[in-house]
């Protein structure tokens, strides 16, 4: 796959949660092997979140 691509797919949350899964299940790989995934999941979660939350709001403010 071309770097362009694979630096592209960090932005996906499947991309982490894979090697994430991988570690844990086929190494049994601790937290502290793992945390770096679990770090990206949860920025992307929480810029997600954010960003719905924004959307919500903005819809609840034009039915009102």
Same mark, same amino acid.
């Given at each position: 796959m071309p770097e /362009?691509? #694979?630096t592209i797919m960090l932005a996906a949350p499947p991309a982490h949660f894979v090697k994430l899964a991988q570690a844990i299940l086929f190494?049994? !790989?601790g937290l502290? $092997? $793992?945390?770096? #995934? =679990? @770090? @990206? /999941? !949860? $920025?992307?979660?929480a810029v997600l =979140?954010? /960003?719905?939350? !924004? %959307?919500? %709001?903005?819809? /609840? @403010?034009?039915? $009102?």
């Amino acid at each position: 796959m071309p770097e /362009l691509v #694979q630096t592209i797919m960090l932005a996906a949350p499947p991309a982490h949660f894979v090697k994430l899964a991988q570690a844990i299940l086929f190494r049994g !790989a601790g937290l502290s $092997v $793992v945390w770096p #995934q =679990f @770090a @990206a /999941l !949860a $920025v992307i979660g929480a810029v997600l =979140f954010s /960003l719905s939350l !924004a %959307r919500f %709001r903005k819809t /609840l @403010a034009t039915m $009102v």
